[in-house]
């Protein structure tokens, strides 16, 4: 049988593109699809109920919000999705593929930013080398972000205490653990994520302040203090 697949879409806010998301939950494979709103101002909840197996509300923070999602789910396998991605048809079988016969503890996958029609010609060729970028480091060092749709077993999610629940960097930390428990894997498969915030701040400026981060929380900066600086930069 097929194992249990539970899809965890935290959101704040996503009235727009959280449809399209849970959607895309189901046409991949999803046996359960759990959104866990943070206290949203539109009608993210209302638009999420009648396509989400379940809808539960947290405070705002996308690891209690995911780890809220979790303990609500029954999948043997869980799936952490952004509000602004979405999986391709069938992607979840290389998920159970990866879980059941290649013996792995979790993972990611490969990703596509996408970029509005209108976008220059750079920006389009700046977030097509990011996205490779994205999976070249998480092959090298076995870190995976949110955006890659991290999966991991539930024993072995229960077992590393699931997501931290800091201000940023959830994620990286929980690939460490993750990496610490057992074999991870880049599936090759391309889920396809909003490249709006890169456009947003502009592509390599964006670049740049992310993947500083990520180096100075590797050098021991804390967690509220890398928050700290992205808020800075987000709002300047």
Request: proline residues 6%; glycine residues 10%; positive net charge.
């Amino acid at each position: 049988m097929p194992v249990r697949t539970s899809v965890v879409l935290p959101a704040l806010n996503e009235e727009a593109v959280l449809p399209a998301a849970i959607r895309s939950a189901r046409e991949a494979g999803a046996d359960e699809v759990i959104v866990v709103d943070g206290g949203s101002s539109d009608r993210t909840v209302e638009v999420a109920r009648p396509l989400a197996d379940l809808v539960i509300g947290r405070p705002a923070g996308r690891a209690s919000q995911m780890n809220a999602g979790a303990r609500s789910s029954s999948g043997e396998i869980l799936v952490f999705l952004h509000a602004d991605t979405v999986l391709p048809p069938g992607a979840l079988d290389a998920v159970r593929a990866a879980v059941r016969e290649g013996g792995f503890s979790g993972g990611g996958f490969s990703v596509l930013l996408a970029v509005s029609p209108s976008s220059s010609l750079y920006c389009k060729a700046i977030l097509r080398l990011t996205g490779r970028m994205i999976g070249l480091r998480s092959k090298l060092f076995r870190t995976y972000t949110g955006d890659q749709a991290i999966f991991v077993r539930r024993d072995v999610f229960e077992s590393i205490g699931g997501f931290p629940e800091i201000p940023l960097m959830e994620d990286v930390e929980f690939s460490r653990r993750l990496a610490a428990r057992g074999m991870t894997l880049l599936i090759p498969v391309r889920i396809i994520t909003s490249g709006r915030r890169w456009e947003a701040s502009g592509p390599f400026r964006t670049i740049l302040l992310m993947w500083g981060l990520r180096l100075a929380y590797a050098l021991g900066m804390s967690p509220a203090r890398c928050a700290e600086l992205y808020r800075r930069s987000r709002s300047r």
